[in-house]
């Protein structure tokens, strides 16, 4: 019973969402898409502040940093810890409805809170949380997103997050060298900005994709102390294993995906790089440049991000 309210909460506030954002297109019907794309940013600020306000703990990190696996590695550690269904996946408040002591836990790209706070230059709403920044390095996460934004995408977040038109001739490095939508540029922006707020946040921990990749019980770990979560070795070890990038890739292609709510589902099951676990590489925008490209995109790089992410 309890399962199938929580499932139900879900699909309203999911509901709720995709009815307000629909409303909002239609009352602005003839209005400059400009315009349209400006209030429905601030429309998703509205819904990101008031989950962020009531969430216990916050999962924040770029799009295409690894979230999807961080998300199935500490859902399944509380479906194992509470005897929750194994293919569950953490959102927001939906395993809190079903067992009080799992913390209410927002996984967020903070696309949009600033548009709605106004506030670009600060990250005021996070101080009073516990926060949980995941980063990974840009170069990799530019990468990704060239593949995200060709393959993945759905044409509704391309114009709203300053994306390339769907069908522009755009080479992957001149994606990556480029200013808006995913470039590398936009992910130094994000990460810089965060480099300087976040010694204003009350209770702060800063996980590399790198090290959760090369030492992964021991990053979970870290994250479990910091939200105050007592696992044995048992339950860490099944998470690990559960979220370890070959079975992320069965989930993926099986029906299990259908747990994930659109998550894990690949948009052609024939296309590699349309799938949401493509390749996990540590370093692998390298294989896709000659010598002078990644000399260039390293030089970028070393001019641009703060060196307390240590990736340059």
């Not at 400006?38 to 600020?45: F, N, V």
């Not at 199935?72 to 194992?80: R, T, Y």
């Not at 948009?267 to 390749?279: A, G, L, T």
Request: with cysteine; charged share 30%; hydrophobic share 40%.
């Amino acid at each position: 019973m309890k399962l199938a309210l929580s499932n139900l909460r879900h699909a309203v506030r999911i509901g709720k969402k995709k009815l307000s954002r629909r409303l909002l297109h239609l009352r602005m019907r003839g209005q400059p898409e400009s315009k349209i794309l400006q209030a429905e940013r601030r429309l998703r600020g509205v819904e990101q502040y008031k989950t962020l306000r009531n969430s216990d703990v916050i999962f924040v990190s770029f799009g295409k940093s690894g979230r999807t696996w961080l998300r199935v590695m500490v859902s399944h550690l509380f479906c194992v810890k509470y005897h929750l269904p194994e293919n569950m996946i953490l959102s927001y408040d939906n395993f809190h409805a079903l067992n009080a002591a799992v913390p209410k836990i927002f996984f967020t790209h903070d696309n949009y809170i600033k548009d709605y706070t106004g506030d670009f230059d600060s990250k005021a709403p996070f101080y009073d949380k516990p926060v949980v920044l995941l980063v990974r390095d840009p170069r990799d996460v530019a990468v990704s997103q060239f593949f995200q934004w060709k393959h993945r995408l759905k044409p509704s977040k391309v114009a709203i997050n300053n994306y390339p038109p769907r069908d522009a001739e755009v080479s992957l490095f001149d994606f990556v060298m480029s200013e808006g939508g995913g470039g590398m540029a936009e992910v130094v922006r994000y990460m810089n900005l965060w480099a300087r707020e976040m010694h204003k946040v009350d209770r702060f921990l800063l996980v590399r994709y790198e090290d959760l990749r090369a030492r992964s019980h021991e990053q979970l770990r870290r994250m479990l102390d910091f939200m105050q979560v007592d696992a044995s070795d048992e339950q860490v070890n099944a998470a690990v294993e559960y979220s370890s990038f070959d079975n992320m890739k069965k989930i993926e292609s099986g029906a299990q995906s259908r747990f994930s709510g659109g998550r894990m589902k690949p948009r052609d099951k024939d296309n590699p790089d349309s799938f949401k676990v493509r390749r996990a590489k540590v370093g692998g925008y390298r294989d896709y440049f000659t010598d002078d490209e990644v000399a260039a995109i390293d030089a970028r790089l070393a001019e641009t991000l703060d060196p307390m992410y240590e990736y340059v």
